[in-house]
């Protein structure tokens, strides 16, 4: 596994190489150009990657938190957030790519000043990663008892997983792309610390919180902290949508 995965990572490498160095023209890549180091922009470029980077580091660090208390609850339900995580997140590959796209196509409207453009296609982008899960969940529901046997899951534990994948589903499709993909557009426009600010004040507070609350101390289980945490995007979701339709988060310049 580990070989597979250096060698995706490599092939990865060498496909943007070959990317860049194929339309070195349309990006105007010369090693006069590499050789001078621009430090005002990369100052920018750091304005909108420290925040960024920052909430996914520390939103790791939560949802390490979060899988210590899953540990807690036996090994029984271990298997099953693993299973039931790693069944769910094939219907994350469509929007999560989206989320990546969304950032440079934004960013160059908002460098047009193109507000217009930069709205429409981020609803665009919601829409589309709505639709993915649709499909894609419709499919993995509708494969459910066969495709989940390539896990070899023990028999009395397939139900609770079929129970957290229903309820990650209909978040999926309900809160998902705008509590993750709409944040990507906020970035773009160089409002990168309101998201990571609202990202790691709704994860602390409220998923770890009250993950542990609903989870651990009330008794509920892997059930409760699955829908804590599927209520916290939804949470950051209504969050992101309310400052998308404000004005504030174009009003940041970055070049």
Same mark, same amino acid.
């Given at each position: 596994?580990?070989?597979a995965?250096n ?12 990317m860049?160095?194929t339309?070195r023209d349309?990006f ?5 150009t590499?050789r001078?180091v621009?430090?005002?922009?990369i100052?920018? #470029?750091?304005?909108?990657a420290v %925040? ?9 660090? /939560?949802?390490?938190?979060?899988q ?5 609850l036996?090994?029984s339900?271990?298997v ?8 769910t997140?094939?219907s994350e590959i469509i %929007? ?5 796209a969304?950032?440079p196509?934004?960013g ?17 982008f ?6 993915a899960?649709v499909?894609?969940?419709g ?8 495709g989940?046997?390539?896990?070899? %899951?023990?028999?009395d ?9 229903v309820?990650?589903?209909?978040m ?5 792309s ?7 557009a906020?970035?773009?426009a160089?409002d990168?610390?309101?998201t990571t600010?609202?990202s ?5 507070l409220?998923r770890?919180? /009250?993950?542990? #609350?609903?989870?651990?101390?009330l008794?509920?289980?892997?059930i409760?902290?699955?829908v804590?945490m599927?209520?916290e ?11 998308f339709?404000?004005a504030?988060w ?6």
């Open positions: 596994m580990i070989i995965l060698l995706s990572r490599w092939l990865a490498a060498a496909f943007a190489v070959w860049l160095s339309h349309l105007a890549l010369r090693m006069q590499l001078h621009d430090f005002k922009m100052r920018r #470029v750091l304005t909108v %925040p960024f980077a920052a909430e996914s580091f520390f939103f790791n660090g /939560g949802k390490i938190i979060i210590m208390m899953i540990v807690g036996g090994t339900v271990i099953t957030n693993a299973i039931a995580n790693s069944w997140q094939l %929007p999560t790519a989206l989320e990546v969304l950032v196509i934004v160059q409207c908002i460098g047009r000043r193109n507000i217009d453009d930069a709205k429409k296609l981020t609803k665009s919601l829409g589309l990663g709505i639709v899960f499909l894609v969940d499919i993995l529901m509708l494969s459910f008892n066969r989940i046997q390539l896990f070899s %899951p023990a028999a534990i397939v139900g609770d997983i079929f129970h957290i994948y309820i990650f589903a209909v999926h499709i309900l809160v998902w705008f509590s993750f993909v709409l944040p990507s906020l970035r773009a160089g990168g610390k309101f600010y609202v790691l004040l709704t994860m602390w409220f770890v919180v /009250g993950g542990y #609350v609903f989870g651990v101390r008794g509920y289980g892997l409760g902290i699955t804590v599927t209520l995007w939804a949470i950051r979701g209504v969050i992101f949508v309310i400052r339709r404000g504030r174009l009003t940041k310049r970055l070049i």
